[in-house]
């Protein structure tokens, strides 16, 4: 669940990023970017992380701010499911990523899934809308919408990429260890469920 000074922190740079977007008084945007610089410096204190570097991660964005979204591919086999062994931490996750400018989520779950995987697949149905900040994920310093798209496998063959050093399926309890920033544990085992049923309510929050 998420931390309380991590939802706070967000919170003060989404305000302060909206003020700086829109406000017209030069005593007003005085006030934003003393926002936005705490906002920073609660993440540096609490992390350790220099504070260049969350300003350009965290609090570099302009306009209103929004949740981002990350789109993950669902794709069984012989009651398996997919996983990508992740370059960045050495872990499996489904395959998936943000969502892109100009895709539909339908597409961006086709594309990641070839660019990770090597499998051209179809998506046939959505299995869920979650909110990161309600699950068991490590502290994010963005606000992320998780949509999970159920695909069917139509060609290619298991290719690793620039982004992934292994393509495996697994069963529902013979689960690899996961990259619990990407998926976790319970999130997998109902979409096992979901799988099993076949319908019913998708998840979400």
């Not at 619990?180 to 979409?191: A, H, M, S, Y």
Request: charged share 30%; net charge negative.
């Amino acid at each position: 669940m998420q931390l309380k000074w991590l939802e706070w922190a967000k919170q003060i740079q989404a305000i302060s990023q909206a003020g700086l977007a829109y406000s017209k008084d030069i005593y007003d945007l005085d006030r934003f970017e003393q926002l936005r610089t705490l906002s920073i410096e609660i993440l540096n204190s609490y992390t350790g992380v220099e504070t260049g570097k969350i300003r350009e991660l965290f609090a570099s964005e302009t306009g209103y701010a929004t949740p981002k979204v990350d789109i993950r591919g669902v794709i069984f086999r012989d009651d398996k499911l997919l996983f990508v062994k992740e370059r960045i931490d050495g872990a499996w996750a489904l395959p998936g990523g943000w969502a892109d400018i100009g895709l539909s989520p339908k597409e961006v779950a086709v594309k990641e899934a070839k660019e990770e995987s090597g499998y051209d697949v179809l998506p046939v149905r959505l299995l869920g809308i979650l909110d990161k900040k309600f699950h068991d994920h490590p502290p994010s310093p963005s606000h992320v919408y998780k949509i999970f798209i159920q695909c069917e496998i139509i060609g290619g063959e298991a290719q690793a990429s620039m982004e992934t050093l292994d393509v495996g399926f697994f069963g529902e309890h013979e689960l690899p260890e996961l990259s619990t920033d990407r998926n976790t544990e319970k999130q997998i085992r109902r979409l096992f469920e979901l799988c099993r049923m076949g319908s019913g309510e998708i998840m979400f929050d």
